[in-house]
């Protein structure tokens, strides 16, 4: 069984950055793909970054490509996000998931494992 942790929301004024840490226990191996999925008030569930656990390969929604940054630590089990120029379009709950397997799957249903979310606001 896996457990994910996040930390790392909060408050931040438009063009400020913020990093989330999402811890993983449990896992026991390289096979897991790990993904940020985020939820605005009255919209769906979105994917945003996910990596390849085993490679690093990651993916990026175009909205976010060159602002953030996903990337893992094997040492310490921890996957982060790092968000610069963030904008208010990207307040929202950020969930950390993951799934076994070595696809990059989009819809959050694919996942087997979650966070309990971090809220992250950005003010204009």
């Known amino acids: 069984q896996v457990q994910l942790v996040e930390s790392g929301g909060g408050l931040v004024q438009a063009g400020g950055s913020l990093r989330l840490s999402c811890a993983a226990s449990?896992?026991?191996?390289?096979?897991?793909?790990m993904a940020w999925f985020r939820q605005a008030p009255g919209k769906e569930r979105e994917v945003v970054t996910a990596?390849?656990?085993?490679?690093?390969?990651?993916y990026y929604t175009d909205s976010v490509k060159g602002r953030f940054t996903i990337s893992r630590d094997n040492a310490k089990n921890t996957v982060y996000l790092q968000m610069n120029s963030l904008e208010p379009e990207d307040t929202a709950v950020y969930y950390c998931?993951?799934?076994?397997?070595?696809?990059?799957?989009?819809?959050?249903?694919?996942?087997?494992?979650w966070g309990q979310g971090t809220q992250v606001t950005v003010s204009s």
């Open positions: 998931a993951a799934r076994r397997g070595y696809l990059i799957k989009f819809n959050g249903a694919e996942y087997d494992y």
């Open positions: 449990g896992r026991t191996d390289s096979n897991y793909v």
């Open positions: 990596i390849k656990w085993s490679n690093g390969s990651p």
